[in-house]
């Protein structure tokens, strides 16, 4: 087998010598590449020992590491906006977006509610309506929808109920007796108070006149109401005619399942974390906190590469002895470092945080007004 030739001292990258070409045309990278080979190597004792690798394998290491960094920098930001991202558009390059919370993803999770309160909400109402039949105090309002081709259906609210008391107010016993108020009530004058009181009365007066009248309509008249129960409707009077009809609302129970899914026009908009629109980072513009990090992470990557070449040969025979290589060590070493650097930069990424920012912003509010506290009140003497 032919001699590899392995690590020689220097380096000169040149485009296409790492395995994706992310940054190859970074200028800042380029210079960098060489300087991280050289690193790497005297990290791991050259020249006085020699590194079984070439420069393409440092490259591809220092590849690998500012990838590495920028997936772990946008993942975060990901988890951090998540629910402010979802229906963005997916075309942007969001890499130098400065992202703000917005209340459209919170509002569009709480329609639901408002369609359950009938204030709004993403489920479209429906009216439908039964005829009365004459001593039939029940309804079976499923027969109105199976008859209509709907299957499934909730009913919102029943428009069985007699006009409030207070618009047709009605008491005999009031103004200049029975006679009048029937006549006011035969002109469609029921919500006029007939002129007897030309008093302003105080506002406890008014609650307990409204109380009298809701009172009076419910017992002096037909309390109009009605109990539903799995779309079983049971009237109160029992009608005694057949004239008429009982109007209600109700919601299909497959509009709730189809509200929560949306299909069309979703092609260039963000659904999940998978085409949130991050791409790699530009390698120039990453400071020099992050390019330290990035520095030894290639590092621990090469010393991983180097471990798994010598470990081909557990031991290299000499003249009456051999050379033990150090493959162990060096996997070893090098997954306690990546690991140890993805926790710092996890740790770094959660202290900064929007979440943990805004703690800190907070913090320092209270502990400036503890300080100002210390300072002497002045005392004006007039």
Aim: hydrophobic content about 35%.
């Amino acid at each position: 087998m032919a001699n590899i030739p392995i690590w020689a001292g220097s380096s000169s990258f040149d485009i296409g010598n790492t395995p994706f070409g992310f940054y190859d045309y970074d200028e800042e990278f380029r210079v960098d590449a060489d300087k991280v080979a050289m690193f790497i190597t005297r990290r791991l004792g050259y020249p006085l020992v020699d590194v079984e690798l070439q420069d393409l394998n440092f490259y591809a290491a220092f590849e690998e590491a500012v990838t590495t960094y920028g997936n772990e920098i946008y993942a975060y930001q990901i988890r951090d906006n998540q629910l402010s991202l979802e229906g963005a558009s997916s075309i942007i390059d969001f890499n130098d977006t400065l992202l703000s919370p917005n209340f459209e993803p919170i509002v569009r999770l709480t329609e639901m509610y408002g369609a359950e309160a009938g204030t709004g909400g993403n489920i479209e109402y429906y009216t439908g309506s039964v005829d009365m039949v004459a001593n039939q105090q029940s309804y079976d309002l499923s027969t109105f929808s199976s008859g209509d081709g709907i299957f499934g259906i909730e009913v919102k609210k029943v428009f069985y109920e007699s006009p409030p008391a207070s618009v047709k107010f009605y008491d005999p016993y009031v103004g200049t007796g029975m006679g009048q108020m029937n006549m006011m009530e035969s002109f469609g004058f029921g919500g006029m108070s007939p002129a007897i009181n030309f008093l302003m009365m105080p506002l406890n007066y008014d609650l307990a006149i409204i109380q009298q009248i809701e009172m009076s309509d419910t017992i002096r008249r037909s309390n109009y109401s009605f109990q539903i129960q799995d779309n079983q409707l049971k009237i109160f009077p029992i009608p005694t005619t057949s004239s008429g009809k009982i109007w209600f609302e109700y919601i299909k129970r497959q509009d709730r399942i189809d509200s929560s899914i949306e299909t069309g026009g979703t092609n260039n908009r963000v659904t999940n974390v998978s085409n949130t629109p991050y791409t790699n980072p530009e390698y120039k513009r990453i400071n020099s906190v992050g390019r330290q990090w990035v520095f030894e992470y290639s590092l621990a990557l090469s010393k991983e590469m180097l471990g798994y070449v010598r470990g081909k040969y557990g031991s290299i025979p000499i003249p009456d002895s051999q050379v033990t290589l150090n493959q162990s060590d060096l996997i070893g070493a090098a997954t306690a470092e990546k690991t140890s650097l993805i926790e710092r930069l996890r740790s770094y990424l959660d202290e900064t945080s929007r979440k943990s920012l805004l703690e800190r912003r907070a913090q320092e509010a209270e502990f400036k007004q503890t300080e100002l506290k210390q300072v002497p009140y002045t005392i004006y003497i007039g």
